[in-house]
């Protein structure tokens, strides 16, 4: 029963270091997305792919890049990292359909000193 | 001004108590709405999708009025367990994720 998976969990980074967050979901869910949520502030959307093969920007996308590697897994990297980019990264995934609610992973906790 | 909007609270209130909170958003094109629960440092987790006509699960109840574009939440008999940010969630209608638009939490603390 995963639903959606994320991993690492925990990670801490020095400026100016690459990363790639990995998300899987096992729902056959058509949409993804990446958000993050920084303290006492609402969810960001940074990426999305509506379905497998295609990816677009949300909201905060600037130092970013996306894989939609299959219909299961979607991959956000931090090319050269930043302290602004300490924050929790939750990927979520739906099925197409405008009435169907998202459903989240556990998050990942990136700190980058 | 946002496009969906929510009391930040926090709302502190005795457990055996009754909540309610609501939540507007601006764009008459919206087509559906949910209601999120999400703990300190956890993740959203779904509370219910809300409906036209009003529904229920349990102790919480979900209502939409289109006329004056707002959703609301009701928790009755409120428990310890209930203390939470809650979400309101509102998709314009399409499969896109650029029209699914996250309010930015109404803070509930329920004491004993």
């Known amino acids: 029963n995963a639903g959606v998976t994320q991993t690492p969990k925990f990670q801490v980074l020095k400026t100016g270091q690459s990363m790639t967050l990995q998300c899987a979901q096992d729902?056959?869910?058509?949409?993804m997305y990446w958000y993050r949520q920084d303290p006492g502030m609402g969810l960001r959307l940074i990426y999305y792919?509506?379905?497998?093969?295609?990816?677009d920007k949300g909201e905060v996308p600037n130092g970013y890049n996306v894989s939609r590697l299959n219909k299961r897994e979607f991959s956000l990297r931090l090319e050269s990292a930043a302290p602004s980019q300490t924050s929790v990264y939750f990927c979520?995934?739906?099925?197409?359909?405008?009435?169907?609610?998202?459903?989240f992973g556990d998050g990942t906790r990136l700190s980058i000193l | 001004r946002k496009e969906v909007e929510q009391d930040p609270g926090p709302f502190n209130v005795p457990e055996g108590a009754t909540v309610a909170f609501n939540c507007t958003y601006s764009?008459?094109?919206?087509?559906?709405f949910f209601w999120y629960r999400q703990d300190c440092r956890k993740e959203p987790k779904l509370l219910m999708s809300v409906y036209s006509s009003g529904n229920e699960d349990g102790r919480f109840t979900a209502q939409l009025n289109r006329a004056s574009q707002y959703i609301s939440l009701l928790i009755r008999d409120s428990k310890l367990s209930d203390s939470a940010t809650y979400l309101c969630?509102?998709?314009?209608?399409?499969?896109?994720?650029?029209?699914?638009?996250f309010g930015s939490g109404t803070r509930l603390s329920i004491r004993p």
């Open positions: 764009n008459s094109a919206s087509q559906s």
């Open positions: 792919s509506a379905s497998e093969g295609t990816t």
């Open positions: 979520a995934s739906k099925l197409g359909a405008s009435n169907q609610p998202q459903h």
């Open positions: 969630v509102v998709n314009r209608g399409s499969s896109s994720a650029s029209k699914i638009i």
């Open positions: 729902m056959n869910h058509n949409s």
